[in-house]
Every structure is written in structure tokens, then in C-alpha cells.
């Protein structure tokens, strides 16, 4: 399970260092793409492959599949660190996360997530008086 937040800096050539404990979780070959809310999603190749499992169950001949396909799949990349540790962050998707240089690298159950910085902070800034509705919505009462 990938846990945890970090922050780096994109450097003038669209790198990005990801820690080392992400790096080890998600190991040498991974997958980049646009994710939901206006960040970046990175997958492991074994959770990647369980993704793209499932979208092939969904029906061609639904249009919200076919968008959805289309804008998931289209971006994606399969990456490698470099000697450093860092990922090369293609333009489409440094555009599409707004990243001009602050960014912060999250870990979400089985994908990491990449943000700017501002993005991030302003996103939990504009849910945490709802997280108590939020959780009530999402767990049982049973669950404690």
C-alpha cells in the first residue's frame, strides 16, 4: 500500500524526483497518466495492468466508457527512474496537473498521486469542514 506525502521541485527539464520508499513500492518500470481532480496518477505495472483489466470490461457501445477510455489511455506512458531517482514528466501532463514547479507526491493505496503544490493544498483546504460527512458517508456505523 503506498502511504505517505513528499514534496519536490520539477526542475527546468520536467524532472521530478520520487522518494525512495515509493520508488521500491512501485518498482523499476511503472505507468504515468492523467488522473481525476487535475493531477497526475502512477501506477505499479501490476496494478496498472489490473486497471486496464477492468476497462476493457466496459462496453464500446457506452459513450462515458469511451471518454473515459480515451482520456485515461491516451496519456498514459510506461517510465523508468534515472540514476537519480527521477521521472521525466511529459508536457501534456505537466499541463494537465498545472505544475509550474512545486509539487507534492502522495501515495494513495495503489497508485501515487502527483499534484502542484498549490492544487493539492488548496483541494484540502476546500474539503476539510466536510470530511466528517464525507467519512459518514463512505463506512458503516459498524465500522470503528
Given at each position: 500500500m503506498l502511504i505517505g506525502e513528499y514534496y519536490h521541485n520539477l526542475d527546468e527539464k520536467k524532472r521530478l524526483i520520487i522518494p525512495s520508499k515509493f520508488r521500491e513500492e512501485i518498482g523499476s518500470k511503472f505507468v504515468i497518466t492523467k488522473g481525476l481532480d487535475g493531477c497526475l496518477y502512477v501506477y505499479s505495472m501490476e496494478s496498472w495492468n489490473k486497471i486496464v483489466d477492468k476497462l476493457k470490461t466496459l462496453s464500446f457501445t457506452k459513450k462515458?466508457?469511451?471518454?473515459?477510455?480515451?482520456?485515461?489511455?491516451?496519456?498514459?506512458?510506461?517510465?523508468?527512474?534515472?540514476?537519480?531517482?527521477?521521472?521525466?514528466?511529459?508536457?501534456?501532463?505537466?499541463?494537465?496537473?498545472?505544475?509550474?514547479?512545486?509539487?507534492?507526491?502522495?501515495?494513495?493505496?495503489?497508485?501515487?498521486?502527483?499534484?502542484?503544490?498549490?492544487?493539492?493544498?488548496?483541494?484540502?483546504?476546500?474539503?476539510?469542514?466536510?470530511?466528517?460527512?464525507?467519512?459518514?458517508?463512505?463506512?458503516?456505523?459498524?465500522?470503528?
Open positions: 462515458d466508457a469511451r471518454t473515459f477510455k480515451r482520456f485515461f489511455l491516451s496519456s498514459a506512458t510506461v517510465c523508468e527512474f534515472d540514476k537519480q531517482g527521477r521521472i521525466t514528466l511529459l508536457n501534456q501532463l505537466v499541463e494537465h496537473a498545472s505544475i509550474k514547479k512545486e509539487c507534492a507526491i502522495i501515495g494513495v493505496d495503489d497508485r501515487l498521486e502527483i499534484w502542484a503544490l498549490e492544487k493539492l493544498n488548496a483541494l484540502m483546504e476546500d474539503t476539510k469542514d466536510r470530511l466528517e460527512e464525507i467519512s459518514e458517508n463512505l463506512f458503516d456505523d459498524d465500522y470503528a
